[in-house]
């Protein structure tokens, strides 16, 4: 193996920097930029003006809480994301539905609120498709669902055929209660997602372009009353 010229004292100061500040080390990924400061909701907005006290920052950490209004915070450094990879943090100290809306954009037929195709999370228990799946948002066409653990394919017509992943995560993977790791891809007419590095659930669909939702916003979701969801180290690289 060659030598990259590194002095041992050079790679103990790295290794020190990443053992006690984990949150910028995750920074320095090549071609991410950060979406939160760490201190404000500077670049977001809470989508409904009367649950705008759900949404605040505590200890570094976006925090929702749901007794003070289900809402979505958005986004707003950018509401026109096409192609590109979301990494952040999420944690659930208890029971609680959350998750993360791609593409999202106002439901012009007033069935939703939003269209969207939603990265799906929830507390420990709550069921395979939920908890690591893909759901859509989608009014005017089939909203499939990609549970935890499948892989889905929908073709031309609308019809869904289902896998199994082979070494995708399981529940075992999933920290309940605590810090888990979040990589969402978004690339063309396909959707990847892992959780703590290992693959979750996925899908490509082959509808029509124009039956596709091709960019919008990122929304982070606060679904149920009584819960409370905490996020940081939230990060995105564009890639188209």
């Known amino acids: 193996m060659q030598s990259l010229g590194w002095s041992s004292s050079a790679i103990f100061v790295i290794l020190t920097f990443i053992a006690l500040h984990p949150h910028q080390a995750r920074a320095l990924e090549p071609g991410f930029v950060s979406m939160f400061d760490g201190k404000s909701l500077q670049g977001w907005e809470v989508s409904s003006p009367q649950a705008k006290q759900a949404w605040t920052v505590q200890d570094g950490m ?38 993360v809306n791609l593409r999202a954009r106002v439901d012009e ?7 969207s195709y939603h990265a799906d999370l929830g507390h420990v228990g709550i069921g395979a498709n939920i908890l690591g799946a893909w759901d859509f948002h989608t009014p005017g066409r089939k909203e499939h669902g990609c549970p935890r653990g499948k892989r889905l394919v929908i073709d031309k017509n609308d019809k869904a055929v289902y896998s199994n992943i082979e070494d995708g995560i399981t529940l075992d993977d999933i920290r309940d209660r605590d810090w888990n790791d979040v990589h969402v891809i978004a690339k063309g007419n396909q959707f990847t997602m892992y959780i703590n590095g290992k693959l979750a659930a996925e899908f490509t669909e082959h509808l029509p372009k124009a039956r596709r939702l091709h960019k919008g916003m990122i929304q982070l979701q606060l679904h149920d009353p009584g819960m409370i969801v905490h996020f940081q180290d939230l990060r ?3 890639l188209k």
């Open 236 to 238: 995105i690289k564009i």
């Open 109 to 115: 037929t007033g069935r939703r609120d939003y269209q």
């Open 62 to 99: 976006i925090v929702g809480d749901g007794d003070k209004g289900r809402s979505y915070l958005v986004y707003t450094s950018n509401r026109e994301l096409a192609d590109f990879e979301l990494k952040f943090r999420y944690r659930l100290p208890d029971k609680g539905n959350t998750g």
